[in-house]
């Protein structure tokens, strides 16, 4: 759902890169210029930027570790300490971003604009929202937590397969990254007479989370660069 999701997102700002070479919304843009609004919509272009950098960044040091790991587990070194520390960085990096996000906020009353710079910075500032949303589901998943209530704005709006209400659920309930820790932590608890079983199934859970990662990691990617793409319009339109 989560790759689904990150390759929604990029379709739409393939749209609103259409809409900003539309000589209606150039024009508009520039009209308006020197108003607040337009400088909230940079604003919150670069605010997207550097939100789904940080959540690559985070996502790419998470397969690090994972990878470490199944070297670690292949050797049989039976020394999870160092993936353990990783995961503590990792998660403040998390809850450090998540606080930032439930700071900014992206709240925005349109009421005193006049009605085409409204559908213009309206249109903006939604998929803006919907940006955030996805990379606050994906830093929750690396947390090894379910996506927050912003998880049903982002599904409805790019999450496009018809699947069952149940079956959705389902998905939703798997986190590759919880599977991982509650892996680890049964082969340290439990007795060397269970450690080979133990091993392959901490193995093949940490193939699985690599494997979701690398599908996230080229999703965020082509996000970020469309990100760039749209943020780059938009200051040439108003440098124009």
């Given at each position: 759902m989560l790759q689904d999701g990150v390759n929604g997102i990029v379709g739409l700002y393939e749209s609103v890169d259409d809409l900003l070479h539309l000589t209606h919304t150039q024009q508009v843009l520039v009209r308006h210029r020197d108003e607040k609004w337009v400088d909230k919509v940079l604003d919150g272009s670069l605010r997207v930027?550097?939100?789904?950098?940080?959540?690559?960044?985070?996502?790419?040091?998470?397969?690090?570790?994972?990878?470490?790991?199944?070297?670690?587990?292949?050797?049989?070194?039976?020394?999870?300490?160092?993936?353990?520390?990783?995961?503590?960085?990792?998660?403040?990096?998390?809850?450090?971003?998540?606080?930032?996000?439930?700071?900014?906020?992206?709240?925005?009353?349109?009421?005193?604009?006049?009605?085409?710079?409204?559908?213009?910075?309206?249109?903006?500032?939604?998929?803006?929202?919907?940006?955030?949303?996805?990379?606050?589901?994906?830093?929750?998943?690396?947390s090894g937590s379910r996506p927050r209530s912003n998880w049903a704005l982002v599904s409805k709006l790019v999450y496009n397969k018809r699947v069952h209400k149940n079956d959705e659920q389902e998905r939703r309930d798997i986190n590759e990254v919880k599977n991982v820790d509650a892996a680890l932590c049964a082969l340290t608890r439990n007795s060397k007479s269970q450690e080979v079983v133990l091993v392959e199934n901490a193995q093949k859970h940490l193939s699985v989370l690599v494997t979701s990662i690398n599908g996230l990691e080229e999703g965020l990617e082509n996000l970020f660069r469309q990100l760039i793409k749209t943020r780059v319009s938009l200051l040439n339109i108003l440098s124009n």
């Open positions: 930027v550097d939100l789904s950098g940080t959540t690559r960044d985070v996502l790419l040091e998470m397969k690090q570790h994972a990878q470490e790991t199944q070297s670690a587990l292949r050797r049989r070194s039976g020394d999870f300490d160092q993936y353990r520390l990783s995961k503590k960085n990792i998660s403040k990096e998390i809850r450090k971003c998540l606080g930032n996000l439930k700071r900014g906020g992206n709240k925005h009353v349109f009421s005193s604009l006049s009605d085409d710079l409204m559908a213009v910075v309206s249109v903006l500032s939604e998929v803006e929202a919907i940006t955030q949303s996805i990379c606050e589901s994906l830093l929750f998943f690396m």
